[in-house]
């Protein structure tokens, strides 16, 4: 964990995305740390994503999330409806594109979005005062839901409110409607999070990131 800390700092004095002075997000973290990838491929890693997706599975991006008094923001109910890619490649279902990070994101079809799981590692404890991920059980299941019709399933729905221990694990599909707090407490609330597909893309198109564990 220690190592795991020390290169999400050094990462965050080279550059990463900001808010009014304090890093509160790094995007492209399998590319830029080592150590992400390592835990991304390591054994306790793979012992929860393969009973979901099965053994051919693989990383395909990575973002630390992180709260503190000068980046303390609210996230309102929402999917997970972006991927990131190497390539603009026009395919039927696949729009509209964005760049973030100076990276090409893009909107797959929902078939794409249900095949993929996200581990969220936590690197602080993470209760419902520092900004705990809340989420409506069951909601992955609807689909991609229209923005518009969002606040109504939440209105009608049970929410939950995912707590965590420092070191803790949290398994969420990309289509799960979840929404976090601000944080009401000082201090971090770090969250590595790491989606994970496993199939390819098609008509070419390529993962922004389908890392390997770095070399020891």
Same mark, same amino acid.
């Given at each position: 964990?220690?190592?795991?800390?020390?290169?999400?700092?050094?990462?965050?004095?080279?550059?990463?995305?900001?808010?009014?002075?304090?890093?509160?997000?790094?995007?492209?973290?399998?590319?830029?740390?080592?150590?992400?990838?390592?835990?991304?491929?390591?054994?306790?890693?793979?012992?929860?994503?393969?009973?979901?997706?099965?053994s051919e599975f693989f990383p395909v991006r990575g973002i630390l999330f992180d709260k503190?008094?000068?980046?303390?923001?609210?996230?309102?109910?929402?999917?997970?409806?972006?991927?990131?890619?190497?390539?603009?490649?026009?395919?039927?279902?696949?729009?509209p594109w964005s760049v973030k990070a100076e990276v090409l994101h893009v909107q797959?079809?929902?078939?794409?979005?249900?095949?993929?799981?996200?581990?969220?590692?936590?690197?602080?404890?993470?209760?419902?005062?520092?900004?705990?991920?809340?989420?409506?059980?069951?909601?992955?299941?609807?689909?991609?839901?229209?923005?518009?019709?969002?606040?109504?399933?939440?209105?009608?729905?049970?929410?939950?409110?995912?707590?965590?221990?420092?070191? &803790?694990?949290?398994?969420?599909?990309?289509?799960?409607?979840?929404?976090?707090?601000?944080?009401?407490?000082?201090?971090?609330?770090?969250?590595?999070?790491?989606?994970?597909?496993?199939?390819?893309?098609?008509? &070419?198109?390529?993962?922004?990131?389908?890392?390997?564990?770095?070399?020891?």
């Amino acid at each position: 964990m220690e190592k795991l800390l020390l290169s999400l700092e050094r990462i965050g004095q080279d550059g990463p995305v900001r808010k009014r002075g304090g890093v509160f997000a790094i995007r492209n973290l399998l590319d830029a740390s080592s150590e992400i990838r390592n835990v991304a491929h390591s054994p306790a890693v793979r012992e929860l994503v393969e009973p979901i997706l099965g053994s051919e599975f693989f990383p395909v991006r990575g973002i630390l999330f992180d709260k503190i008094p000068d980046a303390n923001w609210k996230v309102p109910w929402h999917q997970d409806v972006t991927i990131a890619v190497q390539d603009k490649v026009e395919t039927e279902g696949f729009g509209p594109w964005s760049v973030k990070a100076e990276v090409l994101h893009v909107q797959p079809p929902a078939s794409i979005l249900e095949c993929m799981l996200s581990v969220r590692l936590h690197l602080d404890d993470c209760g419902e005062e520092n900004g705990a991920l809340r989420v409506i059980p069951g909601s992955h299941k609807r689909g991609r839901i229209p923005e518009d019709q969002i606040q109504s399933i939440r209105d009608i729905s049970h929410e939950a409110v995912c707590s965590a221990k420092l070191g &803790g694990a949290l398994l969420m599909r990309p289509l799960l409607l979840h929404a976090s707090s601000p944080s009401r407490i000082p201090g971090h609330r770090r969250v590595v999070h790491i989606d994970f597909a496993a199939s390819s893309l098609p008509s &070419g198109m390529r993962w922004f990131s389908e890392t390997a564990p770095a070399a020891v």
